[in-house]
C-alpha cells in the first residue's frame, strides 16, 4: 500500500497507474486531511476479486458451502474430476 498526495498523482498519474497495474498494489489518495475522505487506487484484478468474494460471502448458504469445502480440503477428502467429463461430477 503507498500514499501519495493528489499533487503528486496529478503529475505521475500514469506512472503510478502502471505501478499500481503491474504490482496490484493499493494506492491511497489522502483528500483535505479527512482520512474519511481518501481515494483508493486499485487494478481492475483487485477489483474484480474484491467483488467476487463479496458476491460468495453474500449470503449465509454461500458461506456455509464454501467452509464445508475448506474443511473437506483440510481433512484430504477431495475428489479429482476432469471438466470435459460431466460424469464424473456429483451434485
Do not use: C, W
Not at 503510478?16 to 504490482?23: H, I, N, Q, R, W
Request: proline share 1%; net charge negative; charged share 30%.
Amino acid at each position: 500500500m503507498k500514499a501519495v498526495t493528489i499533487s503528486s498523482l496529478r503529475t505521475n498519474m500514469k506512472g503510478y497507474f502502471d505501478e499500481v497495474s503491474a504490482t496490484e498494489d493499493v494506492l491511497i489518495v489522502p483528500r483535505n486531511n479527512n482520512e474519511d475522505d481518501a481515494i483508493v487506487v486499485i487494478s481492475i484484478k483487485e477489483y474484480n476479486a474484491l467483488t467476487e468474494t463479496a458476491h460468495l460471502m453474500s449470503t449465509e448458504a454461500n458461506r456455509k458451502r464454501l467452509d464445508k469445502s475448506i474443511e473437506s480440503l483440510k481433512n484430504g477428502r477431495m475428489k479429482q474430476f476432469s471438466v470435459e467429463d460431466e460424469k464424473s461430477v456429483e451434485l
